[in-house]
């Protein structure tokens, strides 16, 4: 199936007793990118991954591509690859013969195995056991597992929270191609500087309910978040000359600091400001930009909800 939406789930509540996890929950995933689930401890983030993934029961209805999670879960599953934040392998198999148990439960040629140890760069280590792999390699080899019935939808639980800054770039290369490919990834994650490296979009849960769903960008924009730009112009005669570049490139709260020029900027007219100065010949020796980030966004949000 095909529509442009990849995971539906209208009205989904979970309950614990008397307590609501998930709280009419309605969230429809668009086909294609990375999307990073957010919210804080208790949210009901993990609650939200298993209803998706068809380990628990809910109310409401959630499909994946169509499929039914609850009506229609064989189907449904099949079009779901899901990488846990702890790997959940054997670590006296070696790499093939793990993805060779899990390829043969799911009816994978042999040749879609050697495809994805080569995706996960781990060709080299096909007859190493599980456990001589590093904790980055072995994440490497659970997303290939998950990859095996080259599902549609990637769901990943915290997937770079215990991986070293080298091996979380590895790893979102990885994502990259995944994405490229035309998959639709759905991550979890702390760690909000996270997001801005790999999820163009997010959805933020809280107290079981969906807050926010938008791209980066887009929820920079309505919050009014903008971008602190400085820049250096040693030649003090230009300064009359550099704040009207500065103001019609459409700079705010412009400050002159000795050399240095400090305003606020939509973070979209960064090249504009810089030609602009150019234009009238003011000569920049340096500049730096510091960008909104999610924290900054999610402090405004919570703010506004009086918290
Ligand atoms: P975290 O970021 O801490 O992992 P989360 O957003 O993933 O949080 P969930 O684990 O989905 O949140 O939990 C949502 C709420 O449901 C929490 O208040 C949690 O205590 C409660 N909860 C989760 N699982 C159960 C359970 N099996 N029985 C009772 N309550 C539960």
């Known amino acids: 199936m095909s529509t442009n939406i990849i995971v539906d789930a209208i009205d989904v509540t979970k309950q614990y007793g008397d307590f609501k ?3 009419g929950l309605s969230l429809q995933v668009e086909r294609g990118g990375v999307w990073a689930l957010l919210g804080p401890n208790g949210a009901g983030k993990t609650t939200f991954l298993k209803c998706l993934l068809g380990l628990k029961q809910f109310t ?3 499909k994946i591509d169509g499929y039914d999670i609850q009506k229609d ?3 449904a599953k099949h079009q779901i690859g899901y990488v846990p934040q702890h790997p959940t392998l054997y670590n006296d198999m070696t790499v093939q013969e ?3 148990y899990f390829g043969d439960m799911r009816d994978v040629k042999r040749s879609r195995l050697r495809e994805l140890l080569e995706f ?3 060709e080299l280590w096909a007859r190493q056991p599980v456990g001589a792999l590093s904790g ?3 994440q490497r080899l659970m997303l290939a597992v998950a ?5 549609p939808v990637l769901l990943l639980d915290e997937p770079t929270a215990n991986l070293d800054v080298n091996r979380q770039v590895e790893f979102r290369n990885l994502i990259s191609l995944l994405v490229k490919e035309g998959k639709t990834v759905v991550l979890t994650t702390h760690l909000l500087g996270d997001v801005d490296h790999i999820a163009e979009k997010i959805m933020l849960l809280n107290k079981g309910k969906l807050v926010v769903k938008s791209s980066v960008a887009d929820l920079f924009k309505q919050l009014d978040l903008t971008s602190q730009m400085f820049v250096e112009i040693p030649d003090t005669s230009k300064e009359q000359d550099a704040i009207s570049a500065l103001e019609k490139a459409g700079a705010n709260d412009i400050e002159v600091k000795g050399s240095w020029y400090e305003m606020r900027i939509d973070p979209s007219k960064k090249v504009s400001i810089l030609n602009n100065l150019r234009a009238k010949d003011c000569e920049i020796t340096d500049f730096k930009i510091e960008e909104p980030n999610l924290e900054d966004a999610f402090k405004k949000i919570t703010a506004g909800e009086g918290n």
């Open 60 to 62: 409401g209805q959630i």
């Open 21 to 23: 996890a998930l709280e």
């Open 136 to 138: 980055g390699m072995q």
């Open 73 to 75: 879960p064989k189907k």
């Open 147 to 151: 990859l095996l019935s080259d599902p």
């Open 120 to 122: 996960v760069g781990l």
């Open 98 to 100: 793990s993805l060779r």
